[in-house]
């Protein structure tokens, strides 16, 4: 976010490239090492750990599909006027399943500009995660 600020402020440009490329870098390998060592593999490498990927992964597939299937209902309803990749943005993987979506649909149309309307979707997306996580936090801890 830092290396996108500078970038747009159009001021510093060797800070830009420097947070955006070595910082980031350098940040994310410590984070991996005090994330990392205090991991052991007991903890890690068992069948719970492979379930909650494996349902992980099925709902990342299950929340793209549904969402193209209601973006294409969207477009039959609307006669055409909303983009079903629209659909596929609404899972909380933001923002490359914006930015993923655009690029799609500007390779099939170049004038198809759908950046805005899909960071929009994408951020509801976002924020029906982070509500779906609020409610469940609250049914499983017993919070009224």
Excluded: Y
């Excluded at 990927?53 to 039959?76: E, W, Y």
């Amino acid at each position: 976010m830092l290396g996108n600020l500078l970038r747009e402020a159009l001021v510093v440009e060797r800070l830009s490239k420097m947070v955006q490329n070595e910082l980031i870098n350098i940040a994310t390998l410590f984070l991996g090492l005090a994330i990392g060592s205090t991991m052991t593999a007991e903890s890690f490498l068992n069948w719970t750990t492979l379930a909650i990927l494996g349902l992980g992964l099925l709902a990342f597939v299950i929340d793209t599909v549904a969402g193209l299937l209601f973006g294409k209902l969207m477009a039959v309803i609307t006669h055409g006027k909303v983009n079903p990749l629209i659909g596929a943005c609404g899972i909380s993987a933001f923002p490359m399943a914006g930015r993923l979506s655009a690029k799609m649909a500007l390779e099939e149309d170049p004038s198809n500009f759908i950046l805005m309307h899909a960071m929009g979707s994408n951020t509801a997306g976002q924020l029906g995660s982070v509500i779906a996580g609020g409610i469940l936090l609250a049914l499983v801890t017993g919070i009224p």
